[in-house]
């Protein structure tokens, strides 16, 4: 099974800047498509991007889409979430999460799904200020 842990979690001002990692640790990174979930305070968990084991397709929410690029370094076992122009509503616990998937271009629209994931990492707070 693999463990993850995310970092880079901060205070940050809306319209800068922020990026998150993710690192794996156990299993390898590169079996796993790699998602990020966020949820804001008083909210349900809710999905934001996610990408596939070899990095070639990714999907995103509509709410983070053209702002967030999810990207992974496999050699370093490393997925990351990168924020351009936060706004406050992206305030949440960020979550990293693997969905394991048998071969590297596995992949299809349902990754939005946090069901498909077995694994999570503990959180990283973003709190983004006006």
């Known amino acids: 099974q693999v463990q993850l842990v995310e970092t880079g979690g901060g205070l940050v001002q809306a319209g800068g800047s922020l990026r998150l990692s993710c690192a794996a640790s156990?299993?390898?990174?590169?079996?796993?498509?790699m998602g990020w979930f966020r949820q804001p305070p008083g909210k349900a968990r809710e999905f934001a991007a996610a990408?596939?084991?070899?990095?070639?397709?990714?999907y995103y929410a509509d709410s983070v889409k053209g702002r967030f690029t999810i990207s992974r370094d496999n050699a370093k076992n490393t997925v990351y979430l990168q924020m351009s122009s936060p706004k406050p509503a992206d305030s949440a616990v960020y979550y990293c999460?693997?969905?394991?998937?048998?071969?590297?271009?596995?992949?299809?629209?349902?990754?939005?799904?946090?069901?498909?994931?077995?694994?999570w990492g503990q959180g990283t707070q973003v709190t983004v200020s006006s």
């Open positions: 999460a693997a969905g394991p998937v048998p071969t590297l271009t596995s992949w299809d629209s349902r990754w939005s799904n946090a069901q498909r994931y077995t694994a």
């Open positions: 156990g299993r390898a990174s590169s079996n796993y498509v």
């Open positions: 990408i596939s084991r070899n990095g070639a397709n990714t």
